[in-house]
């Protein structure tokens, strides 16, 4: 869901990025999480929206649902990461997942992140197995939950 933050960030989208999306789409069922800033399929791309789509056990949303559930990837949250070493603090956006969920940053300009250490992620992981994907700017990186820092 919000694949583009935005009901005409499609049509915006620069020619480079267009191509490129219409690569990977080529030959492929193409499915559109409807979210709730961009709740209709982009009109000049192809595709089918859907509320959600389940792919076996793996089902895809816009909102993670909050219930217990053993595959959900969702977005929505837009989650962050705090590290704190040697007196220097390191804030970057990230997957962020305990194995059952996962839920995914956000890559545009538009959007912000929300720490995985929010409120608004009580009950979504067992914080125990929770990890936050790093990114970086060469590599993703791996850091156990009870690394991370609030704010």
Same mark, same amino acid.
């Given at each position: 869901?919000?694949? @583009?933050?935005?009901? /005409?960030?499609?049509?915006? $989208?620069?020619? %480079? @990025? ?12 193409? @499915? ?27 089902? @895809?949303?816009? /909102? ?37 969920? $996962? ?44 690394? %991370?820092?609030?704010?």
């Amino acid at each position: 869901g919000d694949s @583009f933050h935005d009901g /005409e960030g499609a049509a915006a $989208m620069p020619a %480079l @990025f267009r191509e490129a999306l219409q690569d990977l789409m080529r030959g492929r069922d193409w @499915f559109w999480v409807a979210g709730n800033h961009d709740p209709a399929p982009p009109a000049d791309l192809p595709g089918n929206s859907v509320e959600e789509i389940a792919l076996g056990s793996l089902v @895809f949303r816009h /909102e993670p649902s909050g219930s217990r559930v053993l595959g959900e990837v969702a977005g929505h949250l837009h989650p962050g990461a705090r590290l704190v070493k040697s007196g220097r603090s390191v804030r970057r956006p990230c997957f962020a997942s305990d194995g059952r969920r $996962m839920i995914m940053p956000a890559f545009g300009a538009y959007t912000g992140m929300l720490n995985v250490l929010d409120r608004a992620y009580a009950g979504l992981f067992d914080q125990t197995s929770l990890f936050a994907y790093m990114l970086g700017l060469k590599r993703v990186y791996r850091i156990a939950g009870a690394a %991370l820092r609030p704010g």
